[in-house]
């Protein structure tokens, strides 16, 4: 079976484990050959060396997870470029009841809980 190769696309993704937290981010050659029977097919290549598609099936390598998020390339490397320069908190919006609660002198600190709060049926 001959092969043509038809063009070469590059693609860079970020990825990020929702099992583990692991971001990550690939660059990939992508491929598009026709085979003698006229059937497109796709070649995925990573650092020159032939992968599957990231797409189909991702797997983080830290945790070995298949439940990985898959974003536009950037995502992860702005997310760890503010971890290690992160820039002064900005003051947050608080809900009346939270600052009553929260003892003078003393900031309130978000979670997960608060800002599902408005959500909650009384």
């Not at 796709?42 to 020159?48: E, N, P, S």
């Not at 320069?85 to 009553?100: G, L």
């Not at 003892?103 to 809980?113: D, E, F, N, Y």
């Amino acid at each position: 079976m001959s092969e043509i190769a038809a063009a070469t696309a590059h693609e860079a993704y970020a990825f990020a484990c929702m099992r583990c937290g692991h971001g990550w981010e690939q660059a990939y050659e992508i491929e598009h050959h026709v085979d003698g029977s006229n059937n497109a097919f796709v070649i995925y290549k990573a650092d020159g060396e032939r992968v599957p598609s990231p797409l189909s099936r991702p797997s983080c390598a830290n945790c070995g997870g298949h439940v990985v998020r898959i974003m536009r390339a950037g995502r992860v490397a702005t997310v760890q470029q503010l971890l290690r320069n992160p820039r002064p908190a900005r003051p947050a919006i608080q809900d009346d009841e939270a600052v009553a609660a929260a003892p003078a002198g003393t900031g309130h600190h978000w979670h997960l809980s608060d800002l599902l709060h408005p959500f909650h049926r009384r």
